[in-house]
């Protein structure tokens, strides 16, 4: 089970790019960024040959070779601060893919009927089996967050809604509800999506497979999903429905009940633990200590994602997110370029974004410089949304304090700035979050989240499909101008007479 996947390729040249002279050498100010410079980098990164960049195939080593190459030719060296691990940062995976399960269900001896096509399961090991009555425990947790049940030894069915409960309590998400479960010792976890989730969505996702941190790695030997329709004949047993168990759940402190069936689970799983990497160089600052500039976006998109009969197989991610990428290699070369700024200005490129923001919450738990001395978080995702022009929009406005210096940044390149509160709607969505929990001020501030409609078009048709790739209609005038803005604010933040960061109080 524990397969390690390894790049040999990775080693030989990250010591033929740590040994790159540094090139950055003082010029007069640099022409702006050109779209088919951006143009060029999504080409390369959004390619088939680079198989939709998924995090431990082929696609990554070609990726993260092209990516630290890239930024080294433009004299950047590695930025992961650890000599044993120059520019890629392991970053330990585990991912599992379902491929069969079988499930019975009988009252007194009776079979039970459920509809097979309304539950969807995922094992932990290559084969798991469970059987017993499951228990019903609501939305899993107590007002305190606290697992409240006995859950030992017991497959539970748990209520997937993250309810608002009065006086402003927030209970814990349904995926961190199913963590706690499973840390308290049930053998299996069922969760009952909201009213009008879309099942089948929902179950391609299972059937898709999950990633996670290998120092996340918290499960139950099964877990999936059951339909309302299913969840209502379980429920059916014991005189309730899903509209009463809502009812009941809503009143965090209520008894569990046993459901008088038994319940026959059993998975077939693809178990695989890998190392994926993320990516990071550096432009050194003229003084050291002073704090570190941190631009980032994510490198991975879904690989080949389509079965062997379907006529393009590869989700190249042109959009998501070789477009960030793009900017990240081209604002990397204007900065490098440009006269030495005061403080390190990191660039990474994280993986396994698509799958939960993994890379992500691993750098924030495996900083490469205390996370105290990043004075800010610059996101880069799905940037060619918007045509030249787009006002700028903020992930993170209100949230950190950087709203005006970036609106006076941005104004004074001539664009104009979206000042709603909008593209907030996103901020869960995005690597920034990751740093953001930990108390890194973190922003990604562009022109692709200030016109939620053409977003929209964008995230209802080619959105993680094979057909988010580099075609003529992808406009790049957005992008090449977010490229733009990066470049003046990083060297605003980096800049030790213009910015320095207000005390967090720690
Ligand atoms: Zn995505």
New binding site residues.
């Given amino acids: 089970m524990t397969k390690t996947f390894r790049h040999p390729a990775l080693t030989a040249l990250a010591l033929a790019a740590s040994i790159l002279p540094i090139a950055a050498q003082a010029q007069d100010k640099p022409a702006p960024i050109s779209e088919s410079e951006v143009r060029a980098h999504i080409a390369t990164l959004a390619s088939d040959a680079f198989e939709g960049r998924g995090p431990g195939s082929a696609g990554e080593t070609k990726t993260l070779d092209y990516l630290a190459k890239t930024w080294a030719s433009y004299g950047l060296v590695s930025g992961t601060n650890d000599a044993a691990h120059p520019w890629f940062q392991p970053v330990p995976l585990v991912e599992r893919k379902p491929y069969a399960q079988a499930v019975s269900a009988s009252v007194r001896g009776k079979p039970l009927k459920l509809a097979e096509d309304g539950v969807a399961l995922s094992g932990r090991n290559p084969t798991d089996r469970v059987t017993g009555e499951p228990l019903f425990v609501g939305f899993g947790v107590n007002l305190q967050g606290k697992v409240y049940a006995d859950v030992k030894g017991r497959i539970v069915l748990m209520l997937a809604d993250e309810p608002v409960i009065e006086g402003g309590v927030k209970l814990p998400t349904s995926r961190e509800r199913q963590k706690l479960l499973a840390g308290a010792g049930a053998v299996a976890v069922l969760v009952v999506p909201p009213p009008g989730a879309p099942w089948g969505g929902m179950r391609s996702q299972i059937a898709t497979g999950s990633m996670r941190l290998a120092s996340d790695d918290i499960g139950a030997p099964i877990g999936g999903l059951v339909r309302g329709d299913v969840a209502d004949t379980l429920l059916r047993t014991a005189r309730l429905s899903v509209l009463d168990a809502q009812l009941r759940a809503a009143n965090l402190d209520f008894a569990p009940v046993t459901l008088p069936v038994m319940l026959d689970l059993a998975t077939s799983t693809q178990v695989r633990a890998f190392e994926s990497h993320n990516v990071i160089g550096k432009i050194p600052g003229a003084k050291p200590g002073s704090g570190a500039v941190l631009l980032l976006g994510?490198w991975d998109?879904f690989g080949i994602c389509r079965s062997e009969e379907a006529e393009d197989r590869i989700c190249n991610?042109a959009v998501?997110?070789a477009s960030g990428m793009a900017v990240l290699l081209t604002v990397a070369e204007r900065l490098a370029r440009g006269a030495q700024m005061d403080r390190d200005v990191y660039f990474m490129g994280t993986t396994a974004?698509?799958r939960g923001l993994l890379g992500a919450y691993y750098f924030a738990d495996n900083p490469v410089v205390p996370l105290k001395d990043i004075v800010v978080a610059l996101n880069v995702?799905?940037v060619a949304i918007a045509p030249a022009g787009a006002p700028v929009a903020l992930v993170g406005r209100g949230e950190n304090g950087l709203d005006e210096i970036v609106d006076k940044i941005a104004t004074g390149m001539g664009r104009k700035v979206d000042t709603d509160k909008e593209a907030n709607a996103f901020i869960r969505r995005q690597d920034g979050w990751a740093l953001g929990a930990k108390g890194v001020k973190s922003i990604m501030a562009g022109g692709s989240f200030s016109d939620m409609a053409l977003l929209q078009a964008f995230l209802t048709t080619v959105?993680?499909q094979p057909d988010d790739e580099l075609t003529d209609k992808v406009p790049l005038g957005g992008a090449t101008d977010d490229a733009n803005l990066h470049v003046e604010l990083a060297r605003y933040f980096a800049d030790t007479a213009k910015y320095t960061p207000a005390p967090t109080g720690d």
């Fill in positions: 994510h998109h991610g998501d997110n974004e698509e995702d799905t959105y993680h």
